[in-house]
């Protein structure tokens, strides 16, 4: 492996969040009876015309802005002409030559070292070569058909922005983290729902190897459909060494789309890779060319949201988040949008605090039940209400705990509440503690006689002594400092 290097570029296809297809009127909602969404465009009837979706275009113009793409002012829709039995009219409309969205790239983070516990980052901007629009095709259902395929034409004009990028990636992990970075920008700006299971959002990997210094790249072959970041790191790794494997017997790769097996692991060849003089471009007669001026490129921009890196520049100036706390914050848009409720509730001195508890209490808790922020049990503003009663001392980080379990199963609309019902407020009574602390002392000499021999071990044992008395309602902090004084240390 140390001898080759790995060349990946990746095509993604994302379906669009319109109303209708791209050039009918027809819905995109998932899940229809088969061909119940489809009319006489998308099924190829003679005679009939294609209108373009402005809303299309409209998302394809968000997402040149949030990569600093050029947006052609002039682009131009084609045909891709192929046969399958899921695309009655015998050709994809697409674009080809002059693509809507032309250049662009994604700053992303790459796991280093141990990629389960994500140790260290390294930083990598990958180059898009373009984003095109395009409609989708329909659908072969193979099963219960009494061994015949039926076609499902409910997904044939799905406006699709299809994203290729340079072959910039040299690893599995920069590919994932890529995929990761652009699955949640399209989310973010509102132009995907990133539904990977629903075919919303799904990849392509060109992947090729050759050897350390060779400037020539290898012959790729390109990965379909897939559909999952760990699917894709499993293709991607089986391929690099299948290739590496092949070249080091003598045997050639030839260029070829293959598809991935997740119950083998294995990818195996589908057909030879067509390139683009197969299918025969040229310019849909039907359509105009694209226009798009400066003004409507104001337009868009002056109703897109804030950018996450944007956001995590403000977020280091306004909160004095460190860099990855501002990044994490900001994955997806319902993490920086719950972020930025907790912290108007509570106000900008508990934002490090409300961070800490979306990235390890709330964040642990989401992925052991596969829930997203979104559908979170404990809402922003009833986070900010623990964090402040942390913040004035009502209760302790340890207590703190027991009040977000309390939230998380519904057992009170507040902190607040939770705390009145079960007597959780802290002890902060100076004579209180004092009075707990003596009959602490009392109780064990052993550990008082082992702490003044020199052994640090047992004060921690009378702190816990004394929590313990206390039933965790006592300030640590404040029988810490007691004890200490009592101990004469």
């Known amino acids: 492996m140390s001898q080759w290097e790995v060349v990946i570029g990746l095509e993604t296809h994302a379906q669009l969040q319109t109303k209708s297809k791209i050039f009918s009127g027809s819905s995109i909602a998932f899940g229809a009876e088969p061909n119940l969404q489809a009319n006489a465009v998308d099924i190829a009837l003679p005679g009939v015309l294609p209108v373009l979706n402005r809303e299309a275009v409209v998302c394809a113009i968000k997402f040149g802005l949030a990569i600093g793409a050029s947006i052609a002012p002039r682009s ?48 990598k901007f990958v180059h898009l070569t373009r984003a095109h629009l395009e409609e989708d095709a329909g659908k072969s259902l193979h099963e219960d058909f009494h061994g015949r395929t039926g076609i499902d034409l409910n997904r044939a004009g799905t406006p699709l922005l299809e994203i290729v990028t340079e072959p910039d990636m040299r690893s599995s992990a920069e590919a994932v983290a890529y995929a990761r970075a652009l699955h949640a920008l399209v989310q973010w700006i509102g132009i995907c729902d990133g539904n990977m299971q629903e075919g919303s959002f799904r990849c392509d990997a060109n992947v090729s190897v050759r050897p350390f210094g060779q400037k020539e790249f290898g012959t790729r072959r390109e990965i379909k459909n897939l ?3 760990r699917f894709m790191q499993q293709a991607i790794d089986y391929e690099v060494h299948w290739q590496i494997n092949e070249i080091e017997e003598g045997r050639a790769i030839r260029q070829a789309t293959v598809l991935f097996d997740p119950d083998t692991g294995e990818t195996r060849a589908m057909r030879s890779k067509e390139d ?17 001026d400066a003004a409507w490129i104001a337009e868009v921009k002056a109703g897109m949201p804030e950018l996450p890196q944007a956001m995590q ?10 860099a990855y706390d501002a990044a994490i914050v900001t994955a997806s848009r319902g993490m920086a949008d719950y972020f930025v409720t907790a912290v108007a509730a509570a106000g900008t001195a508990n934002a490090k605090t409300i961070a800490n508890w979306i ?3 709330l964040a642990a808790r989401l992925n052991r039940n596969d829930t997203s922020i979104e559908d979170s049990p404990i809402g922003a503003t009833q986070l900010a209400g623990l964090v ?35 007597g959780l407020k802290q002890i902060t009574d100076t004579g209180a503690i004092d009075s707990i602390i003596a009959e602490v002392l009392a109780a064990n000499p052993k550990s008082v006689e082992e702490y003044r021999a020199g052994k640090e071990k047992a ?15 006592a300030n640590p902090q404040q029988v810490n400092e007691l004890l200490k004084k009592k101990l004469g240390g």
């Open 76 to 123: 131009v829709f084609a045909r891709k002409n192929y046969f399958y039995p899921d695309l009655p009219k015998g050709y994809q409309i697409s674009q080809f030559e002059i693509p809507v969205v032309q250049g662009g790239g994604l700053a992303i983070r790459v796991p280093q070292g141990d990629f389960l516990r994500g140790v260290g980052e390294q930083e």
């Open 227 to 229: 559909n999952s970041f």
């Open 276 to 292: 683009a003089h197969d299918y025969r471009y040229f310019p849909d007669p039907d359509l105009l060319p694209l226009e798009i």
């Open 313 to 322: 520049a403000r977020f280091q100036a306004d909160y004095g988040l460190s």
């Open 359 to 361: 990235m390890g209490e």
């Open 388 to 422: 402040m009663r942390i913040a004035d001392n009502t209760i302790s980080n340890n207590i703190a705990k027991k009040v977000f379990e309390a939230l998380w199963n519904g057992e009170g609309q507040s902190a607040d509440e939770i705390i009145e019902k079960q």
């Open 459 to 473: 004060f921690n044992a009378l702190v816990g002594q004394a929590m313990k008395a206390t039933k965790g309602k």
